[in-house]
């Protein structure tokens, strides 16, 4: 064994030693007082996500005379209607008919038989006081009231108006439904049983509530003079609160409720965590018990961005729809497009975004290089009909990949701009199939608002049975999109790119490596 794989073995036995450590004490985790930030809770901030809302901010300002921001706004409350009750086992709707309700609203006669797991007419309530909910913070942000017991307490009257019980224990052991309190603390624990009979999960005893909550309300207070930024104070409020849990049910869906508030009340976009999003979310929560926050707070910057990705990519869209004259809104466009282009502060906006991009063009050549020449140096031996090597583009290749770039973007839902901007570089793997990891640079929405992206996907090329050849669909090497503002500091914005390109690359050398 060489010491290569030596050192691989001890940190594969060493990772495993921490899980079973981290095992053992989630298994009967303890409930304790909450407390206050963490001490490098300024470190955990997310610059990008502050440059990025900065951006939006700029935008958002140009669509306040339009339906633009409110279309955007309704459509983004419904799926935190709709999602907040599907992670919480409430109720289950299908894909196809949950996005129907996010466009057109939320609807009984939307929702064909055999689409839910419960009738639709006691699926739709749910999903209207849940609406009704975040609605309520949206006008509590507008009356600019602080947050309070009382605030706490009616919000969970509102997410729980339609529901009338909730399961319980009696003291046989048996399952039963019992009153839900609406709005009102917790009289019993409710601690939870881990799955597989791991252990417990405690909450806070039910006769320590009224103080860990007047606690959790004075402390946040604190914050809100110390200016903590939103995705800091919105995971250390979510979670805190959880850890309270004062509700008999229905905690979840408060504390993304408060989530939802803080970053509402910065003039972000509420927290939405969707089906997709549960395992990852429920992985971050653990960790915050454990007493590290930072995975939440990642976690909630990074849904943030893909809101503000989405805003910025839509806004352009939905004023095509408004618009009632298709010719004067292509000349107005034109004519704002031309005029933007003569800005001093417009050239400058989009210099420093391109010379960012070059940056991390070069940084990923370099870094796919020396990959590429191991692997045609090794494979080389072993196969001669291996080939390897690492290429980007030029003013006569940089078309290349389009269709591939604009598909990824519509998986991760954004809009890629690829006639302001576009750059790619490849990793080539050529056998008798040719495998190729691709990183797409380009720009952000329809028109340039100095927000550039990198995406990254892995695409096969091979001859079908007539000798024509063919492209396999691509597959996406990250499930987010890597975003950057022409307003960051470089040495920044090339450290969070370096660990992004690291994960796209061991996704997509390893999906390689399954297909051989």
Same mark, same amino acid.
């Given at each position: 064994?060489?010491v *290569?794989?030596?050192?691989?073995?001890?940190?594969?036995?060493?990772q495993?030693?921490?899980?079973?450590? &981290?095992n053992?004490?989630?298994?009967?985790?303890?409930w304790?007082?909450i407390e206050?930030?963490p001490?490098?809770w300024s470190?955990?901030a &997310?610059s990008?996500l502050q440059?990025?809302?900065?951006?939006?901010?700029?935008?958002?300002g140009t669509l306040?005379?339009s339906?633009?921001?409110?279309?955007?706004n309704?459509?983004? &409350?419904r799926? +935190?209607?709709? *999602?907040?009750?599907?992670?919480e086992n409430?109720?289950?709707?299908d #894909?196809g008919?949950?996005q129907?309700l996010?466009?057109? $609203?939320i609807?009984?006669?939307l929702?064909?038989?055999?689409?839910?797991?419960?009738?639709a007419?006691?699926i739709v309530?749910?999903l209207?006081?849940?609406e009704e909910?975040l *609605?309520?913070?949206?006008a509590?942000v507008?009356?600019?009231?602080?947050?309070?017991?009382s605030y706490?307490?009616?919000?969970? /009257?509102?997410?729980?108006r339609?529901?009338a019980?909730?399961r319980?224990?009696?003291?046989?052991?048996?399952?039963?439904d019992?009153?839900?309190?609406?709005?009102?603390?917790?009289?019993l624990?409710?601690n939870a049983?881990?799955?597989?009979?791991?252990?417990v999960?405690? @909450?806070?005893p039910p006769?320590?509530?009224?103080?860990?909550?007047? /606690?959790?309300?004075?402390?946040h207070?604190?914050h809100v003079?110390?200016?903590?930024?939103?995705?800091?104070?919105a995971?250390?409020?979510h979670?805190?609160f959880?850890?309270?849990?004062?509700?008999q049910? =229905?905690?979840g869906?408060?504390?993304?409720?408060?989530?939802?508030?803080?970053f509402?009340?910065?003039? +972000?976009?509420p927290?939405?965590?969707?089906?997709?999003?549960?395992?990852?979310y429920?992985t971050c929560?653990?960790k915050?018990?454990? =007493?590290?926050?930072?995975?939440?707070?990642?976690?909630?910057?990074e849904?943030?961005?893909?809101?503000f990705?989405?805003a910025?990519?839509?806004?352009t869209?939905?004023?095509r729809?408004?618009?009632?004259?298709?010719?004067?809104?292509?000349?107005?466009?034109?004519?704002?497009?031309?005029?933007?282009?003569?800005?001093? &502060?417009?050239? !400058?906006?989009?210099?420093k975004?391109?010379?960012?991009?070059?940056?991390?063009?070069?940084?990923?050549?370099?870094?796919?290089?020396?990959?590429?020449?191991l692997?045609d140096k090794?494979?080389k031996?072993?196969?001669f009909?291996?080939h390897?090597?690492?290429?980007?583009?030029?003013?006569n290749?940089?078309?290349?990949?389009r269709?591939?770039?604009?598909?990824?973007?519509?998986?991760?839902? @954004?809009?890629a701009?690829?006639?302001?901007? #576009?750059?790619?570089?490849?990793?080539k793997?050529k056998?008798v199939?040719?495998a190729?990891?691709?990183f797409?640079?380009?720009s952000?929405?329809?028109?340039?608002v100095?927000?550039m992206?990198?995406?990254?996907?892995m695409?096969?090329?091979?001859? $079908?049975?007539d $000798?024509?050849?063919?492209?396999?669909?691509?597959?996406?090497?990250?499930?987010?999109?890597?975003?950057?503002?022409y307003?960051?500091?470089k040495?920044?914005?090339?450290?969070?790119y370096q660990e992004?390109?690291?994960?796209?690359?061991?996704?997509?050398l390893n999906?390689?490596?399954k !297909?051989?």
């Open positions: 064994m060489t *290569e794989q030596e050192l691989l073995q001890l940190k594969a036995e060493n495993e030693l921490k899980k079973k450590i &981290s053992l004490i989630m298994s009967n985790y303890k304790y007082p206050d930030l001490l490098n470190e955990l &997310s990008q440059s990025l809302a900065s951006v939006w901010k700029q935008q958002a306040q005379e339906d633009v921001l409110k279309q955007f309704e459509r983004l &409350s799926k +935190w209607a709709i *999602e907040t009750g599907i992670i409430l109720y289950s709707i #894909r008919i949950t129907l996010i466009e057109k $609203g609807e009984t006669s929702i064909p038989f055999g689409t839910t797991d419960k009738p007419e006691q309530p749910l209207k006081s849940q909910a *609605e309520g913070l949206f509590f507008a009356q600019k009231r602080d947050l309070s017991i706490i307490r009616e919000l969970h /009257q509102v997410l729980t339609q529901q019980t909730v319980g224990v009696n003291t046989l052991g048996e399952v039963v019992v009153p839900l309190r609406r709005g009102d603390w917790k009289k624990a409710n049983t881990l799955p597989k009979g791991e252990g999960h405690e @909450y806070c006769e320590q509530v009224a103080s860990e909550m007047d /606690q959790l309300v004075t402390i207070k604190a003079e110390k200016s903590i930024p939103p995705e800091v104070e995971a250390w409020l979670h805190r959880t850890q309270i849990h004062p509700f049910d =229905g905690n869906r408060v504390a993304r409720a408060l989530a939802s508030l803080i509402i009340r910065a003039g +972000w976009f927290l939405v965590v969707d089906r997709d999003s549960r395992s990852k429920l929560l653990e915050a018990d454990e =007493g590290d926050l930072g995975l939440l707070i990642s976690f909630f910057s849904l943030q961005t893909k809101a990705l989405g910025l990519s839509l806004s869209d939905l004023l729809e408004n618009e009632p004259d298709p010719l004067k809104q292509v000349l107005d466009a034109t004519i704002d497009r031309l005029r933007a282009r003569k800005l001093q &502060s417009f050239q !400058q906006m989009q210099t975004a391109f010379d960012l991009s070059k940056v991390l063009e070069d940084s990923t050549f370099a870094k796919l290089e020396p990959i590429a020449s692997l090794e494979l031996f072993l196969d009909s291996f390897v090597e690492v290429g980007r583009s030029n003013e290749t940089d078309f290349w990949f269709r591939e770039i604009l598909g990824s973007a519509k998986k991760l839902n @954004y809009y701009d690829t006639r302001t901007y #576009r750059k790619w570089v490849r990793l793997i056998e199939t040719q190729e990891l691709v797409s640079f380009h952000l929405g329809f028109n340039f100095g927000v992206l990198v995406s990254a996907f695409i096969y090329r091979d001859r $079908g049975e $000798g024509e050849p063919s492209t396999s669909p691509d597959y996406p090497l990250c499930d987010y999109v890597f975003q950057f503002s307003n960051e500091d040495q920044e914005v090339l450290q969070r992004w390109l690291n994960e796209a690359l061991l996704v997509g999906r390689w490596r !297909q051989l």
